[in-house]
């Protein structure tokens, strides 16, 4: 077997098993995290990757190319038939006698055809194992995600530039995604999320045709992907142009008060969830309550209404979750997401995000 990181990563995995036990992995960030295997079309089922104690197998599509860095063996066909089919002749080449799942990336099909192997053993994967290893970055993949950050950055920052009155939420959208897409190996990590004024009260508002007025909040929350590795960024801002006379202008700068105050409770908190970054030993329950505990003292506790962030890397959404009730250890070397906000019911919302490197 060629010594190279995928042959390393899958020997994490192969540590945890016995003879005859195996690994079959079908999530397609999975997949390509130990195999280097892209799937260009998520919605079709492309690939799987069984790991035995000793030797790794990709399941691949007919006509589909073999990563050059994948070390293991292919078999070629990935419908339910073929993949009873791959598994008989490696139980019987093998020995297999027992197989690991991930139920939530399989479908009916696929695990009726794995269960009518009557001699096969089928438990349940322990996605934890995974995210072990998954959650601590190495070199190469932490530079990808800061190079995935600072094209957000940059798309983010040269967008606000742009923003003029009476564009639609979808036309800033696009603009924003079209600057990110204007890089090489580069693409969107999710939707862009555009949302003007009382729609920025709604975390995960879909952008559509509401135009752009003086005296709006705009909230931009926005993701490049290079090389497979995400970023994710949040910027809300008070669009205000000075120069135009409107007969609501005292209104407008009352409310640019009120947002100003709202923003500065947001950043005050993140500033205090990024600080214990520096304490030897946290858990994702102290950054989650950094940023609540002091947003409660500030009298919008109740505004707060999503999780302060969550790991990122080949996924948007990774483990750990930064929330209140998690214990899991904060370490060198994960990548995640704080992201306080404060949401107010037919006024408007704030969120404050960064993609912050352990």
Known sequence: MVKNIFSERILKLQNSLSMGQSILLSRNSDVFYFSSFINSVPEERSVFLLIAKETSYLFLQNFLPKPADFPGKIFFGTSSNKLN??????????????????????????????????????????????????????????????????????AIAETIKELTIGQTELEVKRILENKIRQHADCDLAFPSIIAFDQNTTLPHHQSGNKKLQNGYVVLIDAGAKYQEYCADMTRTIFFAKKDIT??????????????????????????????????????AADLDLACRNYITEQGYGKNFIHTTGHGLGIDI?????????????????????????????????VRWENTVFV
């Open 317 to 349: 959404h990774e483990q750990p979750s930064i929330y209140r009730t998690n214990l899991t250890e904060i370490v060198k070397g994960m990548v995640i997401t704080i992201e306080p906000g404060i949401y107010l019911e037919g006024k408007f919302g």
């Open 85 to 154: 089919e791959h598994l008989t002749q490696l139980q019987n080449e093998l020995g297999l006698h027992e197989i690991f799942l991930d139920f939530e990336n399989l479908n009916i099909e696929e695990f009726r055809s794995i269960s009518r192997i009557n001699t096969l053993k089928i438990n349940a994967l322990d996605k934890k194992h995974i995210w072990s290893i998954r959650t601590k970055k190495d070199a190469t993949e932490i530079k990808k995600i800061k190079i995935a950050n600072k094209i957000t950055d940059q």
């Open 246 to 283: 409107n007969s609501n202008q005292q209104e407008i700068k009352q409310k640019e008060q009120e947002f100003n105050q709202i923003l500065g409770i947001v950043k005050t908190a993140y500033q205090k969830a990024k600080a214990l970054l520096a304490q030897p030993k946290i858990v």
